[in-house]
C-alpha cells in the first residue's frame, strides 16, 4: 500500500518556507557586512597608530583592507 503526500494548489506552504529562509540570509548578510566594516575600521586604526610610531617594518598585505566596494576589484 503507498502513502500519497498531501500536496497543495498553491505551494503555500513552500513559498513561506523560501520567504523566510531568504529573509534570514539577508539579515545574516547585513550582520556580516557590518561586522567586516567595523574590522576593516579597525585595522585602518592600528595601521594609523603604527604610522604614528614610526613603524617601519614589513607591512602585511593590504588585500583585506579595501577602500572601495565596487565588484570589479572582488578578484584582486
Known sequence: MSTRLA???TFEHTISG????RA???GEAELRR???AEI?????????VLQ???YAGTSPPR??????TS???AGS
Do not use: E, H, Q
Open 71 to 73: 565588484s570589479s576589484d
Open 34 to 36: 557590518d561586522r567586516m
Open 40 to 48: 576593516r575600521n579597525d585595522i585602518r586604526a592600528i595601521d594609523r
Open 7 to 9: 500536496r497543495t494548489d
Open 63 to 68: 588585500c583585506l583592507v579595501r577602500t572601495g
Open 18 to 21: 523560501l520567504l523566510k529562509k
Open 24 to 26: 534570514d540570509l539577508f
Open 52 to 54: 604614528s610610531l614610526d
